[in-house]
């Protein structure tokens, strides 16, 4: 039977990626609803090739561009704003929704799918990082199913037994092996990091990815980010978890077992794997990857990371610690420290400065309401923003 998908976040790496295991699959898959927040061209071709019932886009003056683009006899209606994310997430056609906004910017989009029941294809971290619990909640009551397309955590959920439901030890897990390429900057001293360029830091060794988590990457706050995704979606303690460094990124992570066995999932560092995975669970389908050659390859190596010089890690694990909207805060400081490294703004090694100073402030609440999120992830923005000078000296 034909699967109606909506794609939040259409035109960025992961929704791109999406459309390509889509295209591969006509009988199979049909979009629903495309959202982009100002890529007004890339979604005019979007809508020319898939055909969707709506496109929206964030500003109302970037879907006034839109449908001037658009021909008359266009049949794909455009809307804009957040209420209209909303719809195209909980609209009744729809069965699959891929979560691929970046940011905070995700959160009420993929938790209205959650509350619709959708298949929730999640790649937004940050959504689950900020509302974890709330989250959660909201996939278990509106009967929702939840893949995860990070590829770690896609690598996870298959070394996972198949009837896992929530219990690491019943299971016979040991630990989960959480792996990470190290980024861009692995082995650079603090005063090398002083110094690494925007450019530099969004130039990741083994993945094409959007700049955001490209940068998160480099300072290892895309694996802190991870941690946190992993304890909430196998819930499990930050202890659980360990973090390996895996320059090559063959293997997207690992489960350790009682009995002494580490199960994996190695594969191209190509997000249609775990896209396509999502999509089709529990059968799988064509991604357009190709095949793994190991002779290539030849050696895989591992290391402990390195939390001295890349706090940023450390300061994920602080966060999920004290609970609550530290979290949401440490998520909310992340994305406006992110934005002023590349803005040129402040340096590298001040991303995890700000992060620190914002989360020392913050009066930490209950995270039990989406107006509680919402409020900490307003207030550390603000906070963020106050402090950025005297970080940047
Ligand atoms: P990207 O920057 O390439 O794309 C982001 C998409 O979100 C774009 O379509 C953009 O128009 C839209 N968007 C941005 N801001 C928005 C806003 N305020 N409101 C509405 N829409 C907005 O990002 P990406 O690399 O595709 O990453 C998307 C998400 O997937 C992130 O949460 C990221 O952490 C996660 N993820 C990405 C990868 C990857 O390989 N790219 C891997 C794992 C997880
Ligand atoms: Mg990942």
Known sequence: MTQWLTILGSTGSIGCSTLDVVRRHPERYRVYALTA??????????????????????????????????????????LSGVEALVQVAEAPEVDQVMASIVGAAGLLPTLAAARAGKRVLLANKESLVMAGPLFMDAIREGGAELLPID???????????????????????????????????????????EQVTPSQAVAHPNWSMGQKISVDSATLMNKGLELIEACFLFHCSAEDIQVVVHPQSV?????????????????????????????????RIEAGVKSLDLFDIARLDFQEPDEENFRCLRLAKEAFAAGGTMPAVLNAANEIAVEAFLGERIGFTAIPTLIERVMEQHQLQAADTLEAILRADSWARDCAKSLMTEVAL
């Open 37 to 78: 927040a100002r890529s007004v061209d890339v979604m005019a071709e979007q809508i020319a090739e898939f055909q969707p019932r709506f496109a929206v886009m964030s500003e109302p003056s970037a879907a006034d561009t839109l449908r001037s683009f658009l021909p008359d006899h266009s049949e794909t209606q455009v």
């Open 251 to 283: 293997i997207h992570s690992m489960v350790q077992y009682c009995d002494g066995s580490v199960l994996a999932q190695l594969g191209q560092p190509d997000m249609r794997t775990p896209i396509a995975y999502g999509m089709s669970w529990p059968e």
């Open 151 to 193: 590829s770690e955590h896609n690598a996870i959920f298959q070394s996972m037994p198949h009837d896992y439901d929530g219990d690491l030890k019943t299971k016979g897990i040991r630990k989960i092996l959480l792996t990470a390429s190290g980024g861009p900057f692995r082995g650079k001293t603090l005063a090398e990091l």
